[in-house]
């Protein structure tokens, strides 16, 4: 990895049609820490299924009970994190008025001041990569890279996502977006 390192920390991952068969087919990735030794993201279009009050042993808040959880990535799939949009975690801002926690006693304290304008996901799991790894795959085409904003994580249909961004994009990436998920089917 030559040259000086640049943090892709506050932008999104999205698979850019190498990544067909594999857990990040068609993936939205929320890069949240990236340092030299290895980064750190949450893939935040993959649906669970299922809420936190179905998949936590916890007493859950009432306000969250009915929450869906997204699968964060293939690393530790029972690992709490959450993104929520105001400052309540400074220390945890990825990009403005977006902030990453991740134990549920966060989440506790949170429910305390519960706001329905307040935007929260929850996420089970999440995607990390050793020291150069994500440069590697980024420099063999499995990755493009696009600026994140508190719009495109909280107020687009996560399941329609990259779909959404990919169409934002050049007209290869719209053919791409608009392809089915299985070309072989075609």
């Not at 640049?6 to 698979?15: A, E, T």
Request: proline letters at 5%.
């Amino acid at each position: 990895m030559g040259g000086s390192f640049k943090s892709l920390k506050g932008q999104f991952l999205l698979d850019g049609g190498k990544l067909n068969g594999s857990f990040f087919h068609r993936a939205v990735v929320f890069v949240c820490q990236h340092d030299p030794e290895g980064a750190f993201g949450l893939m935040i279009n993959r649906p669970t299924g299922h809420t936190i009050q179905e998949l936590s042993s916890e007493v859950i808040p009432e306000q969250y009970e009915e929450m869906s959880v997204q699968i964060g990535g293939p690393v530790q799939p029972g690992a709490l994190s959450f993104l929520i949009t105001d400052s309540f975690i400074d220390e945890e801002q990825i990009i403005p008025d977006v902030s990453l926690g991740h134990s549920f006693e966060q989440l506790i304290e949170l429910s305390k001041s519960f706001s329905p304008h307040r935007g929260i996901r929850l996420y089970s799991g999440y995607s990390g990569w050793s020291s150069g790894q994500l440069e590697d795959e980024i420099g063999n085409g499995s990755w493009m890279i696009q600026p994140a904003s508190r719009k495109l994580l909280f107020d687009l249909d996560a399941n329609n996502l990259w779909r959404y961004i990919m169409h934002q994009q050049g007209w290869e990436e719209r053919m791409l977006a608009d392809s089915p998920d299985d070309l072989s089917s075609n």
